[in-house]
């Protein structure tokens, strides 16, 4: 990942960025991700009337995360919906309340997720952890039915009330 004075740096090159505006609203957009970055610099470049605040993540760079996405174990891929449903950052308790699955059996997915940059765990936890980009949770939030979708919400609405009653 690129660090924000990068990403204004590369920005700046590209176009007239003199109050670094437009440099952190693509470091906003792309989290530091090189490719995000470029796609990003390269709609402002070329496109009319594209403000900083309008930007969005053309098309062709969500397909290669969906891709990526889908090349994911089936099961580890339901376990990131899950995920995505509760939120960019998640407790391994809370997921496993929704899932209604033990926490050690959630680990191989995890494992799994962490090993393909999917999820990076939080540093200050052992049982934290978070998508490495809102564009990954945000491609599997999106494919998840409506109906699907609700009944996930309803589990978390579930899973954090029953958490905030036990006091964590």
Known sequence: RLRADDVATYVSALLDDHDGHIGRAVFAKSE?????????????RDGERVSA??????????DLVRQGVARLHPETRDVLTAAAVIGRSFELRVLSAVIEC?????????????AAEVLVA???????????????????YDALQPRERRQLHLRV????????KQGD
């Open 157 to 164: 609405k579930e899973a954090l009330g029953l958490r905030a």
């Open 102 to 114: 033990e926490p050690s059996a959630l680990m191989a997915s995890i494992d799994d997720a962490l």
């Open 122 to 140: 939080a540093p200050d936890s052992s049982s934290a952890f978070a998508f490495g980009h809102q564009l990954l949770r945000d491609v599997l």
């Open 32 to 44: 530091g991700n090189p490719f995000f970055m470029t796609e990003l610099a390269r709609q402002l």
């Open 53 to 62: 605040e309008s930007l969005v993540v053309p098309s062709t760079a969500l």
